[in-house]
């Protein structure tokens, strides 16, 4: 049996038809859910869920973060008031200050930030008729600061957050992310190394969540507003982070890979300024996850696609009395070579290998390749060879 057929290319070609067109009918209303979870699950998330050592991962002692909790602006000023006087290098509100709440809210929080240096305070990106505009805090605030969006990529419909855009363009305008802005102020260098990446988008490499930070809870601000000189030289996240840090809340809380239910998951894991002090420490420290373009992956795809098809054509007709043993054989084997090959590359590499289409293609393979021999060559063939009798008694 040759390596190169017919046979093969159109079996290949088969499941790629399906593998393009399956999740088609999956867009019907009462199966987009289902569709969704399909799509956002990501099999390298067990590396960062259940393989990387928790234990062993370092504290960041650059970062600290201060829980905002539900108090007003007021409030929310008396915390930058107190942190602030111990001199930290950077402080980031992760809070969009969209509208006036009066003056009794607005001046302390307006006076309290004038007094800081290397403030950052967030923006967001919106989609407005097909057009992106930036939505800022209002100009009492913004004054005294730079800022950067906090959007994530995927944040919405409780999708997992796995990337983030370091910068976009806003009417020709060049915007950084909240994070990057935060790492520039801090470390421009590091910032410069991430723009030599070129990269249209990052993949975070999360390593940490609230117990591998330092973190400051609402109350304790006020508390040990005396004995805070830990803060100094570092930088300061102001975001929420539940009404205290031992109590659970959804709002601003996310899905990411390290959710240690990383199928059917039920609550999200990670706070949006944690994940934003994650993006942060990956800067920081230059430990970036590098991945294969789309593009290539389609070829790989394409080209194992043929090799898994062109091995069953094999097996089918030099052992066909073991044929459906070795196929099923085989289809586990190949499923634990691309695990395998996955999850070294990220565990010990830092590059992210996508071949979740190929666990599809292997479960469907052996049924299409059944098919196609089974029934659809045959009845081609009888189909042509009947138009070929009745062209040939039609002649003179």
Same mark, same amino acid.
């Given at each position: 049996?040759?390596?190169?057929?017919?046979?093969? &290319? &159109?079996?290949?070609?088969?499941?790629?038809?399906?593998?393009?067109?399956?999740?088609?009918?999956?867009?019907?209303?009462?199966?987009?859910?289902?569709?969704?979870?399909?799509?956002?699950?990501?099999?390298?998330?067990?590396?960062?869920?259940?393989?990387?050592?928790?234990?062993?991962?370092?504290?960041?002692?650059?970062?600290?973060?201060?829980?905002?909790?539900?108090?007003?602006?007021?409030?929310?000023?008396?915390?930058?008031?107190?942190?602030?006087?111990?001199?930290?290098?950077?402080?980031?509100?992760?809070?969009?200050? $969209?509208?006036?709440?009066?003056?009794?809210?607005?001046?302390?929080?307006?006076?309290?930030?004038?007094?800081?240096?290397?403030?950052?305070?967030?923006?967001?990106?919106?989609?407005?008729?097909?057009?992106?505009?930036?939505?800022?805090?209002?100009?009492?605030?913004?004054?005294?600061?730079?800022?950067?969006?906090?959007?994530?990529?995927? !944040?919405?419909?409780?999708?997992?957050?796995? #990337?983030?855009?370091?910068?976009? +363009?806003?009417?020709?305008?060049?915007?950084?992310? *909240?994070?990057?802005?935060?790492?520039?102020?801090?470390?421009?260098?590091?910032?410069?190394?991430?723009?030599?990446?070129?990269?249209?988008?990052?993949?975070?490499?999360?390593?940490?969540?609230?117990?591998?930070?330092?973190?400051?809870?609402?109350?304790?601000?006020?508390? #040990?507003?005396?004995?805070?000189?830990?803060?100094?030289?570092?930088?300061?996240?102001?975001?929420?982070?539940?009404?205290?840090?031992?109590?659970?809340?959804?709002?601003?809380?996310?899905?990411?890979?390290?959710?240690?239910?990383?199928?059917? %998951?039920?609550?999200?894991?990670?706070?949006?300024?944690?994940?934003?002090?994650?993006?942060?420490?990956?800067?920081?420290?230059? #430990?970036?996850?590098?991945?294969?373009?789309?593009?290539? &992956?389609?070829?790989?795809?394409?080209?194992?696609?043929?090799?898994?098809?062109? *091995?069953?054509?094999?097996?089918? +007709?030099?052992?066909?009395?073991?044929? !459906?043993?070795?196929?099923?054989?085989?289809?586990?084997?190949?499923?634990?070579?691309?695990?395998?090959?996955?999850?070294?590359?990220?565990?010990?590499?830092?590059?992210?290998?996508?071949?979740?289409?190929?666990?599809?293609?292997?479960?469907?393979?052996?049924?299409?390749? !059944?098919?196609?021999?089974?029934?659809? %060559?045959?009845?081609? %063939?009888?189909?042509?060879?009947?138009?070929?009798?009745?062209?040939?008694? $039609?002649?003179?």
């Amino acid at each position: 049996m040759r390596f190169f057929s017919l046979d093969n &290319i &159109i079996t290949t070609g088969v499941i790629l038809l399906i593998l393009k067109f399956f999740f088609v009918i999956f867009q019907i209303d009462f199966l987009n859910q289902l569709n969704n979870q399909i799509q956002d699950f990501q099999i390298n998330d067990i590396v960062f869920s259940r393989l990387i050592d928790r234990k062993a991962v370092q504290m960041d002692t650059n970062i600290i973060i201060v829980n905002i909790s539900d108090l007003k602006r007021n409030k929310i000023a008396e915390q930058i008031n107190i942190i602030n006087r111990f001199k930290p290098k950077t402080i980031g509100v992760d809070v969009l200050f $969209s509208k006036e709440k009066g003056e009794d809210m607005d001046r302390p929080l307006a006076d309290a930030l004038s007094k800081v240096n290397n403030l950052v305070l967030v923006n967001r990106l919106v989609n407005d008729n097909e057009q992106i505009k930036l939505v800022k805090s209002i100009p009492l605030f913004s004054q005294y600061a730079h800022s950067g969006f906090a959007n994530f990529i995927d !944040e919405e419909d409780f999708r997992t957050v796995r #990337k983030f855009s370091s910068k976009e +363009f806003v009417d020709k305008d060049l915007v950084m992310a *909240f994070s990057t802005k935060i790492a520039e102020l801090y470390n421009p260098g590091a910032v410069n190394k991430l723009f030599e990446r070129n990269n249209e988008s990052e993949i975070i490499y999360f390593e940490r969540n609230l117990n591998k930070y330092r973190v400051i809870d609402c109350d304790e601000v006020f508390r #040990k507003k005396d004995n805070l000189d830990f803060v100094r030289g570092k930088i300061i996240l102001f975001g929420f982070l539940g009404p205290d840090i031992k109590t659970l809340s959804t709002e601003d809380n996310f899905y990411t890979p390290m959710n240690p239910n990383y199928i059917g %998951k039920s609550y999200p894991d990670m706070y949006g300024v944690v994940i934003h002090a994650n993006i942060i420490s990956m800067i920081l420290n230059g #430990k970036y996850i590098n991945a294969m373009s789309d593009k290539l &992956i389609i070829v790989l795809t394409i080209i194992l696609t043929y090799l898994t098809m062109a *091995f069953f054509t094999y097996l089918r +007709f030099n052992h066909e009395e073991a044929y !459906e043993s070795l196929s099923l054989v085989f289809i586990f084997l190949e499923m634990g070579l691309f695990l395998t090959v996955m999850f070294t590359l990220l565990y010990y590499f830092n590059y992210y290998l996508n071949l979740k289409n190929m666990f599809f293609v292997l479960a469907v393979s052996e049924m299409v390749s !059944e098919s196609y021999f089974g029934s659809i %060559k045959p009845l081609t %063939k009888r189909f042509f060879s009947r138009i070929g009798n009745k062209l040939k008694i $039609s002649k003179p």
